[in-house]
């Protein structure tokens, strides 16, 4: 667990667990790219019936509350894989989802190289994000979720995976 004061507004970083299900859900359901891809609250809540091994859930708080949540899954091409990640929209500029980014690298990069996250094609809020942070376009992946838009994977890395 982190705790951090950035910007006067406190904050805490730990694991997830059921009492965060129903705050989570209703982060997602309210938020792009979900909404845009079709996803509707019981699909959503299904995400959280069993976490699958090797996938870590992590949530922020602002002010006591849940704020935001991330999946990391593990093990995925040579480094891990960020399966999603939100900030409420109520939460949202005021440093959370860098706090959140920050603490997820850490944890990868202290085990892996490389941390993934794909965002889609229309999610430019999401693209700027990931960039301003380091991270590199890999390449899209046409048609991946719903018809006529992309998914786009982009990679962080600390380095080769094996020195020569």
């Not at 094609?121 to 380091?134: P, S």
């Not at 390449?139 to 982009?154: D, K, R, T, V």
Request: charge should be positive; aromatic fraction near 8%; charged fraction near 25%.
């Amino acid at each position: 667990m982190t705790q951090s004061s950035e910007a006067g507004s406190p904050h805490t970083i730990r694991p997830y667990d059921e009492g965060d299900r129903e705050a989570a859900v209703r982060m997602l359901a309210g938020s792009d790219p979900w909404k845009t891809l079709g996803y509707t609250a019981t699909d959503l809540d299904s995400l959280f019936d069993t976490m699958p091994q090797g996938r870590e859930a992590i949530v922020i708080e602002h002010h006591g509350n849940v704020a935001g949540l991330a999946l990391l899954r593990q093990k995925f091409l040579m480094g891990d894989y960020l399966e999603l990640l939100v900030i409420a929209p109520t939460a949202r500029g005021k440093g959370l989802g860098r706090a959140l980014l920050t603490y997820l690298e850490g944890l990868v990069f202290a085990r892996a190289k490389n941390l993934f996250v794909c965002v889609s094609d229309f999610n430019k809020e999401a693209r700027r994000f990931y960039q301003k942070h380091g991270y590199q376009e890999i390449g899209p992946i046409p048609n991946f979720l719903i018809p006529g838009s992309a998914e786009i994977l982009l990679r962080k890395t600390a380095g080769p995976v094996r020195k020569s």
